[in-house]
């Protein structure tokens, strides 16, 4: 009997650990995208660049 829920148990933390894992490369892209807006509003603020578009593909 202890044996079995110890079974369910671990699989339950394998289960969350995934889901942590997913969770955490979320936040990181989302962290990394945040970051890029805020580099890019400075940049532009002092005038290293200016606003452009982005294409999803390059131009031939």
């Given at each position: 009997?202890?044996?079995?829920?110890?079974?369910?148990?671990?699989?339950?933390?394998e289960a969350m650990r995934r889901e942590n894992e997913v969770l955490a490369e979320k936040c990181d892209t989302l962290a990394l995208k945040?970051?890029?807006?805020?580099l890019k509003r400075d940049n532009m603020r002092t005038g290293l660049c200016t606003p452009v578009h982005e294409r999803e593909t390059p131009v031939p």
């Open positions: 009997m202890a044996d079995r829920r110890d079974a369910i148990l671990l699989e339950e933390m945040r970051h890029l807006e805020l």
